[in-house]
């Protein structure tokens, strides 16, 4: 069945450095990429997602790559601030089937 | 737009009491869907709507849980003989999706807490 696979549970940063979220994913179909942000006490809100092999997606400084070929959805940042301390959340669907599966977050937290 | 809205926030049970979580999704929104969110297993994929009718409810366990949407504006979540485990945010999403691959918007979500 559909998998997704965040190998970080606990990602603790300085403000100001680059971050790097690893998503890989399994299906047989051909899938939709999510990453699902959620601060504290709020719901999960959509970062960006992306169906497009090897086409770099932005939102809100944050971006990634869809690589087909090695099934990775990598979020990264080049300078992570404050506020972007929250749970990240990568998730599938196939291009059909609207039910999205989620790994299992990373929580990301900056320091000053 | 209010969102998707669900009712109560918080609820305690007592161990073998029922409880009922309600959602009301995104006016227009054809697709609904309960998750439920714990520490240990993240946020797994219960059950899923699609114009009232159930598709996939391949993720809930079959012995107590059930869900119902009676009309477009609503959906329950019902849980009977809760039980300590059964302890966890659950979170109602919906989507204008007649086709794969949506965003879904979600609630924010019902803390249950079994003692």
Same mark, same amino acid.
């Given at each position: 069945?559909?998998?997704?696979? &965040?190998?970080?549970?606990? %990602?603790?940063?300085?403000?100001?450095?680059?971050?790097?979220?690893?998503?890989?994913?399994?299906?047989?179909?051909?899938?939709?990429? =999510?990453?699902? %942000? &959620?601060h504290l006490n709020e719901a999960p809100?959509?970062?960006?997602?992306? !169906?497009?092999?090897?086409?770099?997606?932005?939102? &809100?400084? =944050?971006?990634?790559?869809?690589?087909?070929? !090695?099934?990775?959805?990598?979020?990264?940042?080049?300078? %992570? &601030?404050?506020?972007?301390?929250?749970?990240? =959340?990568?998730?599938?669907?196939?291009?059909?089937?609207?039910?999205?599966?989620?790994?299992?977050?990373?929580?990301?937290?900056?320091?000053? | 737009?209010?969102?998707?809205?669900?009712?109560?926030?918080?609820?305690?049970?007592?161990?073998?009491?029922?409880?009922?979580?309600?959602?009301?999704?995104?006016?227009?929104?054809?697709?609904?869907?309960? @998750?439920?969110?714990?520490?240990?297993?993240?946020?797994?994929?219960?059950? @899923?709507?699609?114009?009232?009718?159930?598709?996939?409810?391949?993720?809930?366990?079959?012995?107590?849980?059930?869900?119902?949407?009676?009309?477009?504006?609503?959906?329950?979540?019902?849980?009977?003989?809760?039980?300590?485990?059964?302890?966890a945010v659950y979170l109602c999403a919906?989507?204008?999706?007649?086709?794969?691959?949506?965003?879904? @918007?979600?609630?924010?979500?019902?803390?249950?807490?079994?003692?």
């Open positions: 069945g559909d998998s997704v696979t &965040q190998t970080e549970g606990l %990602v603790t940063l300085t403000k100001g450095l680059p971050v790097m979220l690893n998503c890989t994913y399994q299906t047989t179909y051909s899938p939709f990429l =999510f990453w699902y %942000v &959620q809100k959509l970062l960006l997602k992306s !169906s497009t092999d090897n086409k770099r997606t932005e939102h &809100q400084g =944050f971006y990634a790559t869809l690589h087909k070929s !090695s099934s990775s959805f990598h979020l990264q940042k080049s300078s %992570v &601030q404050l506020s972007d301390s929250a749970l990240y =959340f990568c998730a599938l669907s196939e291009t059909l089937y609207n039910v999205l599966y989620f790994g299992s977050g990373t929580k990301l937290t900056v320091e000053p | 737009n209010a969102g998707v809205i669900q009712t109560p926030r918080h609820k305690v049970t007592g161990k073998g009491q029922e409880a009922t979580l309600w959602c009301e999704p995104i006016s227009g929104h054809s697709a609904v869907f309960w @998750y439920r969110q714990t520490i240990v297993q993240g946020l797994e994929f219960l059950t @899923y709507f699609r114009n009232q009718a159930p598709i996939d409810d391949s993720g809930m366990p079959k012995e107590r849980f059930s869900a119902q949407m009676p009309n477009q504006s609503h959906s329950t979540l019902k849980i009977q003989s809760t039980q300590p485990q059964d302890s919906s989507s204008s999706g007649t086709k794969g691959a949506e965003t879904l @918007y979600f609630g924010s979500g019902t803390r249950l807490t079994v003692l």
